[in-house]
């Protein structure tokens, strides 16, 4: 069994060693049209960027990344006016392999603190991944399949080019679009928003969406897509067409999956349906809000669907921030013992106990690769960016928990949990109060043991049972 690490962990591993950038305005909305060419293996472009300046001084340059063979080939202002920019490949200070096309543009007036503005950008050229940076990224422009995403800016992004300072300084940034993708008629581009129009004229078919819920990223299938759904639960997939079977199980296991986790810890604050996007095998599954892209293991293997019920898991997590956030607990530990327990209800206990034992293994070579993880608390794994082993001890600190108090209680506490810290962030304290109100029994010697100190490294790194770790903790 693999561990889980969802991508996201790894783009904002810097976050703790960041310092502040310089002022950069933000992106509240993109307004992108691109026409893809498989034959050319190229892009052509454009972009209508709003932009605000939430910092305290004026800015009077705005530089923008594009992927390292993307050119910029005009950029003018909210009038039209063309504005003066320079373009160079540039490489990350932090990590030297990363090649990126930076362009600094003067505006024509400073923009003022409180201020906005457009930048219109007209863009082309190829993209070949990042393999040399992240091995899951691997998209170009080449059939069957093309992702635009984040990861290889293949749509421009505000910011400086150092990844941990621009990670550090945007995060939670977010923003609405409305994306326009003019493909061949053959192919199909999928997106996790509203699919306002699909048109085809001559040999190439256009797909516009907008999306008013305001996300971080821009992710866009584009391959000869298949697609199935269950349309009064809204949930949609986009899949590979030799992937017909394993299309219908994703679909099922979606359905089953919100359905059981809404059942056990109440309606996710999230209104609205879900999609799920298929890409090739070893991309990187991820899952932003409202939709998924989930890699084709899932759909060639049902003992891959493990994966999705863990992304699905996510959009059962109460909010936290900064360090809290970091340690990983309150989403990774989560979605680990969610998936565990959803394994439960489709696999009976076979499938609980292979979720939970199997990440139990991982716990001496983390302990190994982590240096200071042995005298580093759950609750202290923010500060120190040991998040990752929150895919191992931290479930493992669910389960004991869960048993020590009962079923009742611990849906409900979590039920309970999840409503009071929907909106405002929660911390290690206010989980033990929501759980010792909802069992009624002190549960300080739980938390010292699994939270607040390593007292129970020795009984996980052993051979004891989860009745010898509860019955440790009993007070
Ligand atoms: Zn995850």
Known sequence: MRKFLCISLGLIIFQALAGAQANVPRTTH??????????????????VVSLRNDSKSEIKTVPILLYRL?????VKGERGNHLTFHQEVVSDEGEPQLQINRALITLATPLRPGATTKLNLAFSGYVY?????SAYVRESIKPPYFLIRSETYSYPIIGEIDARKRYASQLGWTFTYRVEVTVPEDYVAAMGAHL??????GKESTFVWTREEPIGQIDIGIAKFKSIAKEDEGLTVFYLPQHDEGAKAVLNAL?????????TFGEQARKGGYTVIEIPKDWGSQAPLGYMILTEDAFTSTKQLRQLYHEVAHSWNAVTTGKVQRARFFDESFAVYFCALCRRSTDGQEGFDKEINGCRKYFPDDLKEMPGLSTTPIYKYGEHELGSANYVKGPWALYVLHRLVGDAAFYGGIRQF???YRTKPATFEDFRQVMEKASGIPLRKFFNDWIYTCNSDKLLLGTATVDEMVAAVKE
């Open 196 to 201: 306002d129009k699909q048109t085809t004229a």
């Open 418 to 420: 999840l409503v009071d």
């Open 255 to 263: 359905a089953v999956s919100r359905k059981f986790y809404s059942e």
């Open 30 to 47: 993109y307004d992108l049209k691109y026409k893809i060419d498989f034959e050319s293996q190229r892009l052509k472009a454009e972009a």
């Open 70 to 74: 993307l050119k910029f080939d005009a």
């Open 129 to 133: 991944g990042y393999p040399e940076v």
